[in-house]
């Protein structure tokens, strides 16, 4: 399992570069980067159109519906 903040940085870019697969593990470190996104855009205004990629935006919907089954 990972222990540290980068490595669900990682786990997604790996996946983004197609050199490891999508599956629940990544899935799952999606939604805790949006979580921190979140967190980040309530500090203040400055945060506010900070956003993921598109193609951050796609896994995290592929997130959203397993998370709908």
């Known amino acids: 399992m990972f222990n540290s903040e980068t ?5 997604v870019k790996d996946a983004l570069f197609g050199r490891r697969p ?23 205004p400055q945060f506010a159109t900070v956003s993921f ?4 935006k796609q896994l995290a919907k592929r997130q959203s519906a397993v998370a709908s089954l």
């Open 53 to 56: 990629s598109p193609s951050v």
């Open 7 to 11: 490595d669900h940085y990682q786990l």
């Open 22 to 44: 999508v599956n629940e593990q990544t899935l799952c470190s999606v939604a805790i980067l949006e979580d921190k996104l979140e967190r980040l855009k309530r500090l203040g």
